[in-house]
Antibody, heavy 117, light 106 residues
Framework: QVQLVESGGGVVQPGRSLRLSCAASGFTFSSYGMHWVRQAPGKGLEWVAVISDDGSYKNYVESVKGRFTISRDNSKSTLYLQMNSLRAEDTAVYYC??????????WGQGTLVTVSS | DIQMTQSPSSLSASVGDRVTITCRASQDISNDLAWYQQKPGKAPKSLIYAGSPLQSGVPSRFSGSGSGTDFTLTISSLQPEDFATYYCQQCNSFPLTFGGGTSVEI
């Protein structure tokens, strides 16, 4: 069965960096696009970024462009989100999700990022 | 960006009730719409993709319909485990966008 396990969250000061990881198993990772989605405390879902199966295509929500970078290592079945110049408004639970049939078919359990001084 | 508007934002229902949630897109998205269920403290779970097909393992009491700009999620007979928040999402163009959510409460 599909399993996605995020890690790397924590408390970080504004302006600092953090890298999230998402370890995938139970499917052929290199055949699927992958997404990051976040959810601020008590708020709704916000899509953050997507990467194609081979890593050649990437797209981001406007609010993170130039600060966040999505990447993947298909040899390790791992998805990454490098987050630089973090702001208080980036505080959220970050989920990785597997793309399938124009939906996010499977989700990880999430990792909490708190940006605070 | 495509705006997704869900209604109602919350509803109260009882076990056995038929529940309908609507989602409207700010422009034509064909059938590129997904529905998700989220319980408190848990990750979202995919229910429906491409407007109407159920994800594997999703009970048949859930159904989706619509195309273009207007979509509906229906739960034919609400079960105790269905009390949750439901989100629609357009998958037609980037940035992907979600509706604001509908909380289904007792």
């Amino acid at each position: 069965q599909v399993q996605l396990v995020e890690s790397g969250g924590g408390v970080v000061q504004p302006g600092r960096s953090l890298r999230l990881s998402c370890a995938a198993s139970g499917f052929t990772f290199s055949s699927y696009g992958m997404h990051w989605v976040r959810q601020a405390p008590g708020k709704g879902l916000e899509w953050v970024a997507v990467i194609s199966d081979d890593g050649s295509y990437k797209n981001y929500v406007e609010s993170v462009k130039g600060r966040f970078t999505i990447s993947r290592d298909n040899s390790k079945s791992t998805l990454y989100l490098q987050m630089n110049s973090l702001r208080a408004e980036d505080t959220a639970v970050y989920y990785c999700a597997k793309a399938h049939s124009k939906s996010l078919s499977s989700w990880g359990q999430g990792t909490l990022v708190t940006v605070s001084s | 960006d495509i705006q997704m508007t869900q209604s109602p934002s919350s509803l109260s229902a009882s076990v056995g009730d038929r529940v309908t949630i609507t989602c409207r897109a700010s422009q034509d998205i064909s059938n590129d719409l997904a529905w998700y269920q989220q319980k408190p403290g848990k990750a979202p779970k995919s229910l429906i993709y491409a407007g109407s097909p159920l994800q594997s393992g999703v009970p048949s009491r859930f159904s989706g319909s619509g195309s273009g700009t207007d979509f509906t999620l229906t739960i034919s007979s609400l079960q105790p485990e269905d009390f949750a928040t439901y989100y629609c999402q357009q998958c037609n163009s980037f940035p992907l966008t979600f509706g604001g959510g509908t909380s289904v409460e007792i």
